[in-house]
């Protein structure tokens, strides 16, 4: 009788808008009740609708209808509060599906706020006062609220399991320690759990340390590339300015040159010109005595020719051939051949200068690169799950065995039109991207090329072929001999012939190494580069209808 006047206590006398207690009660027509203010607000907001209705049953009211405070009910709420009337708990108080719900709650139940492993029961916080006030619940375990408490019961004799097997590694009750696990290894579950704990707390310090190790390690790390960075800009300022003086004394250099190109053509034309000037004088003297003469010719008179003929036909001094020194030889040919020495010994000099720099640069290392392996458990360290993309497969390739194995089918495959689908040959890349070191197998059937190649490889044309281009690299093994294609260019390897190929890939040292596997690893091919992409795994397959190939699982 108390449950349901408390439960009449906190539903029947709340308003259902705000779910308070009713202020001033108001009753409709339909007989439901709200507090003043809030039917107000609500028929407030219907009324550009010109229909007014009940928030609970709908019915409809047309006009608004004009409310009076209901007295009775407001003096019996003011009665019902001098009792102890409470309002109905908010929403978010009651239970929703993710959460754990009041065992003992009637009608619409409260969250639960602990669990009893005792009782095997969720208690909200009035439900759960008992386990504090009363001393028979003193004992009882208390946890946050759980929906698992049934896995406490054993299935079979639907007794509490307090008792743990080491025997079998699990909880157990008393009727099972006296049957089907007679004789093993049992303790409580308390004393199992203390040991866990234990061992708990041992492994949360190995992880604290973990943790502190591998933060010390980050730290170290952020300094290091601190380090790099400041390292970096600095070598790149100082490389500036050694560049600039160097372009600038370049520069100054050209402009000795000049000058002093300048100065000896001046020096050479100077007395060039001085002769030029004396031959230009006789020239014009001779070309004055040859028109007196000319005039002296067509004299008539024979007295007066003979009279000045003798000053007319005498001539000065004339300059001799032999006074002009004519080299064979360009002036300033030597002056070239010089600058065009220099300009070379200055490009061999930049040439193998920039080759030690960027060895220097190639040679920086941050951290210590690992070795390549030894043995095939060394590789198996690196081995990484590799599945086949469908979205590149050509449309004669069958993907099997969780797309790991690729067969050359005598008809087209169903599918979907892709753009990074290999439209010419039977060619697959992989679905996932290799940038750090890896290491995998592939077992073939037929010749296959066994291959790396960056993502925005070519997806059609004769370009498209692993090996065939400058963005993949790829390992044919044909007529009993292997073949290394890149870039177009095929390189022959011998080699032990062998059905599995492993590739191991040192993304960041530029590595790349192919291994013919049996009972033993043989190197067949190693490629030292810089890789600008990642990588991702591919396969070429012959198109002999059957002929396979399969990234092995390690």
Not at 287 to 307: G, I, M, P, Y
Not at 317 to 330: A, D, G, K, Q
Not at 481 to 492: A, D, E, L, R
């Amino acid at each position: 009788m108390e449950q349901k006047l408390d439960l009449m206590d906190q539903e029947t006398f709340c308003c259902s808008i705000c779910l308070d207690l009713l202020k001033d009660p108001v009753t409709t027509s339909c007989g439901h009740s709200y507090c003043m203010n809030c039917i107000k607000r609500h028929w407030d907001e219907e009324d550009k609708k010109l229909i007014h209705s009940c928030p609970q049953c709908r019915k409809t009211f047309i006009p608004r209808p004009v409310l009076q405070k209901n007295t009775m009910l407001a003096d019996l709420l003011e009665e019902l509060k001098k009792t102890g009337l409470q309002a109905a708990p908010a929403d978010h108080c009651y239970a929703g599906p993710e959460d754990v719900g009041c065992d003992f709650c009637t009608g619409r139940k409260l969250k639960a706020i602990k669990s009893c492993l005792v009782c095997l029961a969720s208690y909200c916080e009035k439900h759960l006062q008992p386990h504090y006030d009363s001393a028979t619940f003193k004992k009882h375990k208390l946890v946050e609220p759980s929906k698992n408490l049934q896995e406490n019961i054993c299935s079979r004799h639907d007794e509490v399991m307090k008792m743990f097997c080491r025997t079998d590694q699990k909880c157990i009750c008393s009727l099972c320690l006296m049957d089907e696990h007679k004789g093993h290894d049992t303790v409580s579950a308390a004393a199992e759990r203390t040991e866990r704990q234990r061992e708990l707390e041992v492994r949360r310090e190995e992880i604290q340390q973990r943790i502190q190790d591998r933060e010390k390690d980050m730290k170290l790390l952020q300094q290091e590339v601190e380090a790099i960075n400041h390292s970096a800009d600095k070598t790149v300022e100082d490389s500036e300015k050694i560049f600039t003086e160097l372009i600038r004394l370049i520069q100054k250099r050209s402009s000795d040159v000049k000058q002093q190109i300048r100065s000896q053509q001046e020096t050479e034309v100077s007395p060039v010109k001085e002769l030029q000037e004396k031959l230009e004088q006789e020239i014009t003297e001779l070309k004055r005595k040859d028109a007196e003469l000319k005039q002296l010719s067509n004299t008539e008179d024979h007295n007066q020719f003979l009279h000045n003929y003798p000053s007319l036909s005498a001539l000065s001094e004339s300059t001799h051939s032999s006074s002009i020194n004519i080299r064979p030889l360009r002036y300033f040919e030597d002056v070239t051949a010089a600058v065009s020495e220099l300009r070379d010994k200055l490009q061999d000099i930049l040439r193998d200068t920039w080759t030690n720099i960027s060895l220097t640069l190639t040679e920086v290392e941050v951290l210590q690169s690992e070795p390549e392996p030894k043995s095939r458990a060394g590789f198996l360290k690196y081995s990484c799950e590799i599945t086949l993309d469908p979205n590149t497969a050509n449309s004669y390739l069958l993907l099997t065995e969780g797309k790991k194995k690729a067969t050359v089918m005598d008809q087209h495959q169903s599918y979907f039109s892709h753009s990074n689908r290999f439209t010419e040959y039977a060619q697959v890349l992989s679905r996932e991207s290799l940038t750090g070191r890896c290491y995998w197998e592939v077992e073939r059937r037929g010749r296959v090329y066994v291959a790396v190649a960056y993502k925005n490889i070519r997806r059609g044309g004769d370009e498209s072929i692993f090996g065939c281009n400058d963005k993949s690299w790829a390992l044919d093994f044909y007529q009993n001999s292997y073949i290394f294609w890149y870039n177009n260019i095929w390189t022959s390897i011998s080699g032990p012939g062998s059905s599995r190929v492993g590739v191991y890939l040192d993304h960041r040292a530029g590595l790349l190494s192919f291994y013919s596997v049996s009972e033993t690893m043989t190197l067949l091919h190693r490629v030292q580069t810089t890789f600008t992409q990642p990588l991702y795994a591919g396969l070429c397959i012959g198109f002999n209808t059957g002929d396979s190939a399969e990234l092995c699982k390690l």
